[in-house]
């Protein structure tokens, strides 16, 4: 199981077919068109995490996967962990006021996205720009760890920050242990990746803890959206909606739906089941 996802492939075709085990893959990512990603398409059975790897997989890997073997598993969420009551500890919250002092009062709004071109900083530092214009006493929070790959794009979007006045009001707080903490403090949480994401899993996590969020609607996130939030959904590129939408949600958040579908027992049994019926008894 530890080998080389085409290793293990090859070494499955190769045993006799009644000594084979049982070839079940799970398609995580909207992962590159290739010969290579193809051996994700390959299992007996195929989980998608939603429903838009679900069409990406029969859009790009047909020959390889028939619909009847992929069965959509939305990954999922710990309620024991995330939950609209949760409330960080005192000893938390006193050393984040001690950190943060410049905050304040302020409404928080957060992205928690790692410093890659995709994850739409740019359009969230501009988010943020144009909701203080509005008169809004909004603080941007960009949550995700720095790649020393990627230093470059790291100090560009500070230079940005910078250039847009808003050094005193948008903060950049690399890796963090403890992101179910910060967005139970956020007054919104943000999602603008410029591709689709084949999940979004941050979305459903701010969701659970009863925080609004808003995001571009596409992929995966954009289902979440559909089935817990409708009110957070907007056209993917369009900044001057995102503001129209977290404006709205400072002022009136609006409900947020349960999901026993997006709940982590729920994935958990979904996936047993489908191994009990692959193999053809209980495991």
């Known amino acids: 199981s530890r080998l080389p996802g085409w290793v293990a492939y090859l070494a499955w075709r190769r045993l006799p077919p009644e000594l084979r085990p049982r070839f079940i893959t799970t398609v995580h990512g909207l992962y590159s068109v290739s010969r290579y990603s193809s051996v994700m ?3 007996e059975r195929v989980i998608a995490v939603s429903n838009a790897v679900r069409d990406y997989l029969l859009h790009h890997y047909r020959q390889w996967v028939a619909p009847e073997r992929i069965t959509v598993i939305p990954r999922g969420v710990d309620t024991a962990r995330y939950f609209p009551d949760f409330r960080p ?11 943060n002092p410049a905050l304040g009062e302020k409404h928080l709004v957060t992205l928690p996205a790692r410093l890659t071109r ?10 943020v720009a144009r909701l203080r214009e509005r008169g809004h006493d909004v603080h941007g929070l960009i949550v995700g760890g720095e790649d ?5 794009y790291a100090r560009s979007l500070r230079d940005a920050i910078g250039q847009r006045g808003l ?5 950049m707080l690399g890796h ?11 007054h919104v949480a943000v999602s603008l990746s410029a591709k689709p994401e084949s999940f979004g899993r941050t979305v459903l996590e701010a969701l659970a803890l009863g925080i609004p969020t808003i995001g571009y609607a596409h992929g995966g996130v954009g289902e979440i959206f559909e089935r ?20 709205l949600a400072l002022a009136e958040p609006g409900p947020i739906a349960c999901a026993p579908e997006y709940e982590i027992a729920q994935m958990l049994c979904a996936t047993l089941r489908l191994y009990e019926q692959v193999v053809g008894h209980a495991v």
């Open 41 to 43: 398409a390959r299992g």
């Open 89 to 99: 500890g005192e000893a938390w919250i006193a050393r984040w006021k001690a950190e």
């Open 118 to 127: 995709l994850k739409g900083h740019y359009d969230f530092i501009e988010l």
């Open 148 to 152: 020393p790959r990627r230093a470059r």
């Open 167 to 171: 050094s005193s009001h948008l903060s």
């Open 176 to 186: 963090r242990d403890d992101l179910r903490e910060i967005l139970s403090r956020s």
């Open 228 to 247: 817990l939030f409708p009110a957070g959904a907007v056209p993917p590129g369009d900044v001057a909606a995102a503001v129209d939408a977290v404006e």
